[in-house]
């Protein structure tokens, strides 16, 4: 039997909807910045203009005046859509990557907790599996990340240096950090407080952006509803020159079934 014409699957025709509007991603980017670049160059010459005429003709100063007044509006409009579709973006690769994924993972081969899931981290992101695969240093196992104070001790860290403008100013190529250590049996809300009071010790000496916080626990218990609250709910708020981004807390447990369990299940990140 054929289906009438028109008459399809809805949900998987909004998937296909979503997935025409993400492909265009590149192109609206482009274009975004093009205009910007335009509406920058018009605000300047009216700036410019309004300067120089407000003393000699002063109705020339009130029309470049007016002129640019709405090439500030005209930015900071593109800047909301701008936002807009990138958290668009964002949420259909957060959707994607969810439908796609395996509902269990396996764990990975390796001799202790934290090389399963070095390995784990390499095969689940291309992003890492590149940069440990051109920097074999990139990824470090116990480890003693300088901070005030006193050194903070992590089992696993992972990092690829972010741009000089980032590492400056907060903008532009962040690079990334995953910072990983072994949490007790049962996770309590003040060792996740402590991994977040630590890792905002050492991100400000870290080549690139913390965006992932990992306890790891090599047994499998109930996690307290508080704990369980604190890290789904509680991301870590990190401060970089004149930017701010944000990480979750993630607890990530073994099973016995050669299994991992995740709260909350992060993925694509980095």
């Known amino acids: 039997m054929v289906d009438p014409s028109g008459v399809e ?5 909004i998937f296909d909807l979503a997935d025409r509007a993400a492909e265009m991603a590149p192109t609206v980017r482009r274009m975004y910045r093009y205009t910007a670049s335009i509406v920058v160059v018009w605000i300047v010459l009216t700036a410019f203009v309004t300067l120089v005429t407000i003393g000699s003709t002063p109705l020339l100063a009130v029309l470049s005046f007016f002129g640019l007044v709405a090439g500030v509006i005209a930015l900071s409009l593109l800047r909301r859509t701008d936002r807009f579709f990138g958290s668009f973006v964002q949420r259909h690769r ?5 439908r796609d994924a395996d509902p269990v993972v396996k764990i990975p081969e390796g001799r202790t907790p934290v090389e399963r899931l070095g390995r784990y ?8 599996e590149s ?3 051109e920097d ?3 990824m470090r196992y116990r480890v003693q990340l300088s901070a ?4 903070r001790p992590f089992d696993i860290v992972v990092t690829r240096r972010g741009g000089t403008l980032w590492r400056a100013l907060g903008r532009g190529d962040r690079g990334f950090s995953v910072l990983g250590r072994i949490a007790p049996e049962t996770v309590s ?3 996740l407080r402590r991994m977040e009071t630590d890792a905002l010790a050492v991100a400000p000496q870290l080549p690139g952006a913390v965006v992932r916080l990992i306890l790891l626990r090599p047994k499998t218990a109930p996690l307290p509803e508080d704990a369980y609250e604190y890290a789904v709910g509680h991301p870590v708020v990190f401060r970089r020159g004149l930017g701010s981004y944000r990480a979750s807390l993630e607890v990530i447990s ?6 991992y369990d995740f709260v909350p299940h992060v993925l694509g990140v980095p």
Do not use: Y
Not at 9 to 13: E, F, H, N, Y
């Open 131 to 133: 940069t440990v695969r």
């Open 136 to 138: 074999p240093g990139a």
């Open 148 to 151: 005030p104070g006193a050194a």
């Open 9 to 13: 699957d809805p949900i998987s025709a």
């Open 254 to 259: 073994e099973n016995a079934d050669g299994s």
């Open 189 to 191: 809300i003040d060792d």
């Open 94 to 98: 957060s959707i994607r990557l969810v």
């Open 121 to 128: 981290l390499v095969q689940s992101s291309p992003t890492v």
